[in-house]
């Protein structure tokens, strides 16, 4: 019995560590999407001009992201704890709505790259079709920022 339970806890914090790793990765990955809407977010405020070769930058960072962002390797079940994470049980729960949100933001970025746009107002919807993803998701399976 005594064994049992003992391998039981190496286990139990085997699984930990390769939850924390996993939490940071995908982390990770959600600060560089932030960070390539943070350097659209200016120009569509007017508080910047508009810059092709920026936006198209960050339009591929996103779409890099996104095709990294797979809702299965950095999601295995359980680890909403583990960890420091928002993640919310409802992934699991929820799961296929889950994966089809991540397959929509893959495909929003990717028809964004394709739009290539040239001035503000060829921009502006091409931004607010991604960047509506983001809110979409973490309504349901992100915890509530305060
Ligand atoms: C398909 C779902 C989904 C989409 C789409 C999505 N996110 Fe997230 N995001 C999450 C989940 C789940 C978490 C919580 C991850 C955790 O804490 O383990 C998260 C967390 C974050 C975090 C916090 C990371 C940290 O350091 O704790 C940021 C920033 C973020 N997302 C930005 C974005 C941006 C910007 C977009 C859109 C460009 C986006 N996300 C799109 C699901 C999504």
């Given at each position: 019995m005594r064994k049992i339970l003992l391998a039981t806890a190496a286990i139990m914090a085997l699984t930990g560590i390769a939850n924390a790793d996993v939490i940071a990765e995908r982390k990770e990955l959600m600060k560089s999407m932030g960070k390539s809407i943070g350097a659209i977010a200016p120009i569509m405020k007017g508080e910047k001009d508009f810059d092709a070769a920026t936006v198209m930058a960050a339009l591929e960072a996103l779409k890099a992201d996104a095709d990294k962002f797979d809702p299965v390797a950095l999601f295995p079940e359980g680890t909403d704890k583990g960890g420091e994470t928002e993640a919310l049980p409802t992934i699991w729960e929820q799961n296929d709505?889950?994966?089809?949100?991540?397959?929509?933001?893959?495909?929003?970025?990717?028809?964004?790259?394709?739009?290539?746009?040239?001035?503000?107002?060829?921009?502006?919807?091409?931004?607010?079709q991604v960047a509506s993803n983001c809110g979409a998701c973490h309504q349901t399976f992100r915890e509530k920022q305060q």
């Open positions: 709505e889950f994966k089809a949100d991540a397959a929509k933001f893959r495909e929003d970025t990717a028809a964004a790259v394709a739009a290539n746009p040239q001035n503000i107002d060829e921009l502006r919807p091409v931004f607010q």
